[in-house]
């Protein structure tokens, strides 16, 4: 049971450069969540998903795109990167709500945008 | 804007010392409060989600209270050991949000000196 992965580990992208985010589950989980770490900030909501092919949007969801086309996955792609989406990238899921269920987080992409 | 503080943001304490630390959010529409676990390079792990006021968790030597009425709750970590040594992340959760929106704190960053 590998829980809440993540793909990539670490990557380095130039401004306007597009890449997917990769989150994968194998909890049966219904709900996932992207968020963004920055220095000196709490984590924040980029975008959700409260089941396959439904998704919607964070406290951040500018210049960030979601996809759930399978249960166990949830994709995070930014079009054109911008050295502002520099952070680490924080995937997360839940069996329900947010609002009152644990959530269980993955490693964390590592992302500099130069 | 709704705002989660906790405080102090960084603690020292010697093993064997008792501490706690606080975690402020918006006393109205209070819905749920969760305590996260997060050590260096590994994922934020779940400590206790809290919903009633006046409600106390308790998992090992590590307990929380909530007063949703004052808008405060508390962490206690008793006889503290090197391996508590970790950013302690406290996440509100009001009435109305969306689903997935928890609110995160900047967090208290613990270290325990052996």
């Known amino acids: 049971n590998a829980g809440v992965t993540q793909t990539p580990k670490f990557r380095v992208l130039k401004t306007g450069q597009s890449m997917t985010l990769l989150c994968a589950q194998d909890?049966?989980?219904?709900?996932m969540y992207w968020y963004r770490q920055d220095p000196g900030m709490g984590l924040r909501l980029i975008h959700y998903?409260?089941?396959?092919?439904t998704t919607a949007k964070g406290e951040v969801p500018d210049g960030y795109n979601v996809s759930r086309l399978k249960k166990q996955n949830f994709l995070l792609g930014l079009e054109s990167a911008a050295p502002s989406q520099t952070s680490v990238y924080f995937c997360?899921?839940?069996w329900g709500q947010g609002h009152v269920e644990t959530q269980y987080f993955g490693p964390g992409t590592r992302l500099l945008v130069l | 804007i709704l705002n989660v503080e906790q405080s102090p943001q960084s603690l020292h304490v010697q093993e064997g010392d008792s501490t706690n630390f606080t975690c402020s959010f918006p006393s109205s529409n209070f819905y749920a409060l969760h305590w996260y676990r997060w050590e260096t390079a590994k994922s934020p792990e779940a400590l206790f989600v809290m919903t009633l006021n006046g409600d106390e968790k308790k998992k090992g030597r590590i307990s929380a209270t909530l007063n949703t009425k004052e808008g405060y709750s508390y962490l206690y970590i008793k006889g503290s050991q090197p391996e508590d040594s970790a950013t302690y992340l406290c996440a509100f959760v009001n009435y109305g949000g969306s689903q997935g929106n928890l609110i995160f704190g900047k967090g208290t960053k613990l270290s325990v000196k052996p």
């Open positions: 997360a899921s839940s």
């Open positions: 909890m049966n989980h219904e709900y």
């Open positions: 998903s409260v089941g396959e092919g």
